[in-house]
């Protein structure tokens, strides 16, 4: 131990207790706090899968995935137009119709039915832009989902999922 | 709360005792000689008042808890149950759902006397900052006792307000999982919930404790805002303060027997009979009526993390005002300026409130910014400049000739 003056083996003392009784105590903490986090059982219902089949064009359905809704929009010709006759740059989170479809399944639209502002489940072909409109503090969002007008700063969030067939979704 | 007193009871099983653990000598300098500033008026009985509310609420509680599920599909069953089945449930419950209510009334008739006869002022400040702490502990509380029945409104507060902490950068979905114990409000979130709404009071009860006791250090401000100089000035806590509360008390449980038993649904939300469903929003949401000024300064900022500050920063703004008004003298009465902004904030604070209560939307929104905007400029701008271009009016040389003024002889005799 370097030996200058005024440090002496009580101090070197001092701290490696002080930080080992740190070190213990945020590892006691630790557990208190993990245990809130999602448990097994939560994390296992993770996917959900959904049969298309029933549902027509201009429809659209909510299923529960994670607690939580997801809208599947079954788009016409129109909506499908709309959403991407829309410039960029107008937009307030710039993104690609093309980039919240799957390739060649342009009609189906999957979104987590949760506004991102503060949560709350927006209604469908509702609002200025014939897409959904959030009642609680007037969110508006397009044929895409992307947001529009209103406090919510995101678009609404594209969860994951992949077609298992033609006709049926997997999501998660 | 003045350390050891020379109290001896006469009884001598009580001496013996008294001698060991000095408990009846620090209730009897504390709430009975305690000397009290003879001018106080009636605004001054809410703290008594409050600490009232704060027992009944614990009492009905712990009493609702042995009939209470706190699990996602009994909950609302539950609740009916207490309603329908449990002797006297009706009458407990309308009690504790009314009680927060009167709470929330009394806390602000409180705050705003602090403000109106500046109690927050040297010596003063940390009494004032632990009443802002019992502030945000009853909104913690009173947020998450709201959702225990588990209704439609019960599900969307919970999802809209842990949702606020969704607007910090990086940590913010994070801590929202870690709220939630899940990927949406759930049955974890209640049982989380609940759990807390039991501890929140016992805490709050600990800091009203420390409130009181700091009280009894520093002394109560009283109306003129002057300090006690002499024995004149002061009567004895018991009787002088204690009937004077008592009396307000009854007139403000008459008021909350009324609420209870002629209108106790009047300050709650219908959609709330209806059992939670997380994949409906009701069309109109709202916080209960002592919240809505919040969530109308929330709803009137145009950026989401923008909004949420806002909204704390109008509670933590609270804690810096013993610094941020500059102004010596301590009573809005000799305060002509100071008296006359006091009363605009009032008006915008209710105003708030009432814009909280509308949709979010057209010149509702213009109206809240505007409101939003005094809110703030009153804290940081009106309540430091005021200190420096005021003149106050001159002060009372003590709290007897402020009472006496005009009289020829002091008809009570001095106490305490």
Same mark, same amino acid.
């Given at each position: 131990?370097?030996?200058?003056?005024?440090?002496?083996?009580?101090?070197?003392?001092?701290?490696?207790?002080?930080?080992?009784?740190?070190?213990?105590?945020?590892?006691?903490?630790?557990?208190?706090?993990? /245990?809130?986090?999602?448990?097994?059982?939560?994390?296992?219902?993770?996917?959900?899968?959904?049969?298309?089949?029933?549902?027509?064009?201009?429809? !659209?359905?909510?299923?529960?995935?994670?607690?939580?809704?997801?809208?599947?929009?079954?788009?016409?010709?129109?909506?499908?137009?709309?959403?991407?006759?829309?410039?960029?740059?107008?937009?307030?989170?710039?993104?690609?119709? /093309?980039?919240?479809?799957?390739?060649?399944?342009?009609?189906?639209?999957?979104?987590?039915?949760?506004?991102?502002?503060?949560?709350?489940?927006?209604?469908?072909? /509702?609002?200025?832009?014939?897409?959904?409109?959030?009642?609680?503090?007037?969110?508006?969002?397009?044929?895409?989902?992307?947001?529009?007008?209103?406090?919510?700063?995101?678009?609404?969030?594209?969860?994951?999922?992949?077609?298992?067939?033609?006709?049926? !979704?997997? !999501?998660? | 709360?003045?350390?050891?007193?020379?109290?001896?009871?006469?009884?001598?099983?009580?001496?013996?005792?008294?001698?060991?653990?000095?408990?009846?000598?620090?209730?009897?300098?504390?709430?009975?000689?305690?000397?009290?500033? &003879?001018?106080?008026?009636?605004?001054?009985?809410?703290?008594?008042?409050?600490?009232?509310?704060?027992?009944?609420?614990?009492?009905?509680?712990?009493?609702?808890?042995?009939?209470?599920?706190?699990?996602?599909?009994?909950?609302?069953?539950?609740?009916?149950?207490?309603?329908?089945?449990?002797?006297?449930?009706?009458?407990?419950? @309308?009690?504790?759902?009314?009680?927060?209510?009167?709470?929330? +009334?009394?806390?602000?008739?409180?705050?705003? &006397?602090?403000?109106?006869?500046?109690?927050?002022? #040297?010596?003063?400040?940390?009494?004032?900052?632990?009443?802002?702490?019992?502030?945000?502990?009853?909104?913690?509380?009173?947020?998450?006792? @709201?959702?225990?029945?588990?209704?439609?409104?019960?599900?969307?507060?919970?999802?809209?307000?842990?949702? +606020?902490?969704?607007?910090?950068?990086?940590?913010? #979905?994070?801590?929202?999982?870690?709220?939630?114990?899940?990927?949406?409000?759930?049955?974890?979130?209640?049982?989380?919930?609940?759990?807390?709404?039991?501890?929140?009071?016992?805490? +709050?009860?600990?800091?009203?404790?420390?409130?009181?006791?700091?009280?009894?250090?520093?002394?109560?401000?009283?109306?003129?805002?002057?300090?006690?100089?002499?024995?004149?000035?002061?009567?004895?806590?018991?009787? @002088?303060?204690?009937?004077?509360?008592?009396?307000?008390?009854?007139?403000?449980? =008459?008021?909350?027997?009324?609420?209870?038993?002629?209108?106790?649904?009047?300050?709650?939300?219908?959609?709330?009979?209806?059992?939670?469903?997380?994949?409906?929003?009701?069309?109109?949401?709202?916080?209960?009526?002592?919240?809505?000024?919040?969530?109308? =300064?929330?709803?009137?900022?145009?950026?989401?993390?923008?909004?949420?500050?806002?909204?704390?920063?109008?509670?933590?703004?609270?804690?810096?005002?013993?610094?941020?008004?500059?102004?010596?003298?301590?009573?809005? &009465?000799?305060?002509?300026?100071?008296?006359?902004?006091?009363?605009?904030?009032?008006?915008?604070?209710?105003?708030?409130?009432?814009?909280?209560?509308?949709?979010?939307?057209? =010149?509702?929104?213009?109206?809240?910014?505007?409101?939003?905007?005094?809110?703030?400029?009153?804290?940081?701008? =009106?309540?430091?400049?005021?200190?420096?271009?005021?003149?106050?009016?001159?002060?009372?040389?003590?709290?007897? #000739?402020?009472?006496?003024?005009?009289? #020829?002889?002091?008809?009570?005799?001095?106490?305490?």
């Amino acid at each position: 131990m370097a030996t200058t003056a005024g440090t002496t083996r009580r101090d070197f003392l001092y701290i490696a207790t002080g930080a080992a009784g740190a070190v213990g105590v945020a590892a006691a903490i630790w557990p208190l706090i993990h /245990q809130m986090n999602p448990d097994a059982s939560v994390l296992a219902l993770a996917s959900t899968d959904v049969d298309l089949t029933p549902i027509a064009e201009g429809q !659209i359905i909510t299923v529960k995935w994670r607690g939580k809704p997801v809208f599947i929009s079954h788009r016409s010709k129109k909506e499908i137009d709309e959403a991407r006759a829309v410039p960029l740059n107008q937009l307030p989170d710039p993104q690609p119709d /093309q980039a919240r479809v799957k390739e060649g399944k342009d009609q189906w639209l999957v979104l987590v039915g949760v506004c991102t502002h503060l949560g709350c489940v927006p209604l469908g072909h /509702q609002g200025d832009f014939d897409g959904w409109f959030c009642p609680c503090h007037g969110s508006h969002y397009d044929t895409s989902g992307r947001i529009r007008r209103g406090p919510a700063p995101l678009n609404l969030l594209v969860p994951p999922y992949e077609f298992v067939s033609d006709t049926s !979704i997997r !999501i998660g | 709360m003045h350390g050891h007193g020379t109290y001896i009871p006469e009884n001598k099983a009580l001496a013996w005792f008294e001698r060991r653990l000095p408990v009846l000598g620090l209730l009897k300098s504390s709430f009975v000689d305690y000397p009290t500033p &003879r001018n106080l008026n009636y605004w001054w009985t809410f703290g008594g008042i409050l600490t009232v509310v704060l027992m009944v609420q614990i009492v009905t509680g712990i009493v609702l808890v042995m009939h209470y599920t706190p699990t996602s599909a009994d909950a609302f069953d539950s609740v009916e149950h207490i309603m329908r089945n449990v002797n006297y449930g009706w009458l407990l419950r @309308y009690i504790h759902a009314n009680g927060a209510s009167m709470f929330f +009334l009394a806390v602000y008739v409180h705050i705003f &006397r602090g403000l109106y006869y500046g109690s927050y002022k #040297e010596p003063r400040e940390v009494l004032w900052i632990l009443g802002v702490i019992l502030f945000l502990l009853m909104m913690a509380t009173a947020f998450m006792g @709201y959702v225990l029945p588990w209704g439609q409104m019960s599900f969307w507060a919970a999802t809209v307000i842990t949702n +606020l902490f969704s607007a910090l950068p990086f940590v913010g #979905e994070p801590i929202v999982t870690w709220l939630w114990g899940g990927y949406s409000v759930d049955e974890p979130t209640l049982k989380r919930f609940f759990s807390l709404h039991y501890l929140l009071p016992f805490v +709050l009860f600990g800091v009203v404790l420390l409130h009181i006791w700091a009280l009894h250090v520093v002394g109560q401000n009283n109306p003129a805002g002057i300090d006690v100089k002499s024995n004149k000035d002061t009567v004895a806590f018991t009787p @002088y303060a204690t009937i004077k509360d008592s009396f307000a008390m009854i007139v403000f449980f =008459i008021l909350f027997a009324w609420l209870v038993f002629y209108v106790p649904n009047y300050l709650g939300h219908s959609d709330n009979y209806i059992p939670a469903n997380p994949l409906q929003t009701p069309p109109h949401i709202v916080p209960e009526w002592y919240f809505l000024p919040f969530y109308a =300064i929330l709803r009137a900022i145009p950026s989401k993390l923008g909004g949420v500050i806002a909204m704390f920063g109008s509670i933590v703004v609270l804690v810096f005002v013993p610094w941020l008004d500059t102004s010596k003298v301590r009573s809005a &009465r000799y305060r002509p300026l100071y008296k006359q902004f006091f009363w605009i904030l009032l008006v915008v604070c209710i105003g708030l409130g009432y814009l909280g209560a509308k949709p979010a939307e057209g =010149i509702y929104v213009i109206a809240a910014r505007i409101l939003t905007a005094y809110y703030f400029l009153h804290f940081l701008v =009106i309540l430091p400049l005021l200190g420096f271009i005021e003149k106050p009016k001159p002060l009372p040389s003590s709290i007897a #000739e402020s009472v006496l003024k005009g009289k #020829e002889s002091d008809p009570m005799p001095a106490k305490g």
